[in-house]
Nanobody, 124 residues
Framework: QVQLVESGGGLVQAGGSLRLSCAASGRTFSRYAMGWFRQAPGKERDVVASITWSGVSIYYADSVKGRFTISRDNAKNTVYLQMNSLKPEDTAVYYC?????????????????WGQGTQVTVSS
């Protein structure tokens, strides 16, 4: 089993930056992929970025490519999402998730473990 705890969300002005962290505990020695997802009111939960255990395979949604960076430190059992040049449309609840299969999937249904979510609000 894996437990995920997120931190780093908050309120920021457009053009600013935030860094989200997700600390994993439990079966942290397993080679699971990690993903960041977001969900705005009235919208579907969708992938922001994902990274496999080795970091070789990385995916970004087109809407965040060039602005967001996903990374992980397996020694610290932590995955990060650095968000730069934030826009109001980035406002959402952000979730980290773990895929125990380490498949490289970027769909919600393939991630078994989820954090509680953290609110990111970008003002204009």
């Amino acid at each position: 089993q894996v437990q995920l705890v997120e931190s780093g969300g908050g309120l920021v002005q457009a053009g600013g930056s935030l860094r989200l962290s997700c600390a994993a505990s439990g079966r942290t020695f397993s080679r699971y992929a990690m993903g960041w997802f977001r969900q705005a009111p009235g919208k579907e939960r969708d992938v922001v970025a994902s990274i496999t255990w080795s970091g070789v395979s990385i995916y970004y949604a087109d809407s965040v490519k060039g602005r967001f960076t996903i990374s992980r430190d397996n020694a610290k059992n932590t995955v990060y999402l650095q968000m730069n040049s934030l826009k109001p449309e980035d406002t959402a609840v952000y979730y980290c998730a773990a895929d125990n299969r380490n498949s490289g999937s970027v769909v919600v249904q393939d991630f078994r473990y989820w954090g509680q979510g953290t609110q990111v609000t970008v003002s204009s």
